[in-house]
């Protein structure tokens, strides 16, 4: 059973980079069936979608971030990333990684989430 | 870049059903995927597809397409569906962007 857990700072200062990792246990993340997606919550707020990394290092994101976000894998340690830069009071959320499969046409859907990290941006 | 909107709100008689709906662009092209967050919960994936409910997700749960809206059909709520629920799809533009739904906050009375 796949399981995702994110790790990473609990606490960013202003105008510095947040990196989280979410470390993919009971599968690979180079099976080719998943994309590897990263999502998060304001507080209070609905979701929103942050961008995904295909194993080979494809990547997608969201028009919104795409200026300030990267997101990398690396298929030895079987974790991928997530990288915002510049951050701002605004990035305070609950982070929350996510595999994302792509098997059936027209149909695509988060099927394993992580139980998510706070991530505050304060001085 | 589409949009998926829901009713901010809906209610329910526990034992009763009850429908949320998603409405939005891309859903003439795409499926939605719902999911059920509690709250200090993450999401939990409830159906997918054209009306798939993944192992572990009871049978009250329901889906349904039709043009650009998507529904999720809860039939015989119970106290513990009283949770957040949200739509996904991909954006339509065709750039494999996704988009989640405003939510929808669903109380069993």
């Known amino acids: 059973q796949v399981q995702l857990q994110e790790s990473g700072p609990g606490l960013v200062k202003p105008s510095q980079t947040l990196s989280l990792t979410c470390t993919v246990s009971?599968?690979?993340?180079?099976?080719?069936?998943?994309?590897w997606s990263w999502i998060r919550q304001h507080p209070g707020k609905g979701l929103e979608w942050i961008g995904y990394?295909?194993?080979?290092?494809?990547?997608y994101y969201n028009p919104s971030l795409k200026s300030r976000v990267t997101i990398s894998v690396d298929t030895s340690k079987n974790q991928f990333s997530l990288k915002l830069s510049s951050v701002t009071a605004a990035d305070t959320a609950v982070y929350y990684c996510a595999r994302l499969v792509d098997t059936i046409p027209r149909a695509y859907y988060m099927d394993v989430w992580g139980k998510g990290t706070t991530v505050t941006v304060s001085s | 870049s589409s949009e998926l909107t829901q009713d901010p709100a809906v209610s329910v008689a526990l034992g009763q059903t009850v429908r949320i709906t998603c409405q939005g662009d891309?859903?003439?092209?795409?499926?939605a995927s719902w999911y059920q967050q509690k709250p200090g919960q993450a999401p939990v994936l409830v159906i997918y597809?054209?009306?798939t409910r993944p192992s572990g997700i009871p049978d009250r749960f329901s889906g349904s397409n039709s043009g650009n809206t998507a529904s999720l059909i809860i039939t015989g709520a119970q106290a513990e569906d009283e949770a957040d629920y949200y739509c996904n799809s991909r954006d339509s533009s065709g750039n494999h962007h996704y988009v989640f739904g405003t939510g929808t906050k669903v109380t069993v009375l």
């Open positions: 990394i295909y194993y080979s290092g494809s990547t």
């Open positions: 891309s859903l003439r092209s795409y499926y």
């Open positions: 597809g054209k009306n």
């Open positions: 009971g599968g690979s993340i180079s099976s080719g069936d998943y994309y």
